[in-house]
């Protein structure tokens, strides 16, 4: 068993950092000593943000985004398009879209997608309440954008299959080759997809 090297407070936020996405306990070694050695620029700012963030941050009731307010920034946004609804599986990915700013449309939060194998159904992920804002006949067009693994085209259809009765286009993000991509490098799935949705030149 390694030695213990600092103190309990010490060891405690490197456990804490060593939780976080991509940082095993090397990486939160390094960040712990990082946050120490410059604990006035970051350590005790860092430490105000997270306690304001603790406190103010909710989520938003109308879309599944996390804001200080509710609704959220994005769905009081009256420049948006009204009519377009992007579906998301995760706020990560509301944010990856809005980093791309290709669309000024509003979001629908899934929180995940249906997954039989890990016994998540349609009760434990946000659809009922995309079906109710759907139902309310603002909403043109749907932007299936979920990832393109099996849960969530299993999530897709089912969603697809909930909507038929709505007069409501759905559409879904286009699978293949990535802008810079070359093709000696993307896996067969990735070329496959790419074939089947060719477009004219």
Known sequence: MAERVAGPEIERLIQLLSKLPGLGPRSARRAALHLIRKREELLAPLSDA??????????????????????????????????????????????????ASALRARYHVLGGTLSPLDGVGPKDINIESLITRVGEGEIREIILAVNATVDGQTTAHYITDRLAHLDVKITRLAHGVPVGGELDYLDEGTLAAAIRQRTNF
């Not at 377009?84 to 944010?95: G, I, K, P, R, S």
Request: proline content about 2%; hydrophobic content about 35%.
């Open 50 to 99: 997270m306690q304001t963030a603790r406190e103010r941050i909710l989520t938003c009731t109308t879309c599944g985004n996390v804001d200080t307010i509710d609704p959220c920034t994005i769905c009081c946004d009256n420049r948006r398009d009204q009519g377009t609804l992007v579906v998301v599986e995760t706020v990560a990915d509301l944010w990856a879209l809005e980093r």
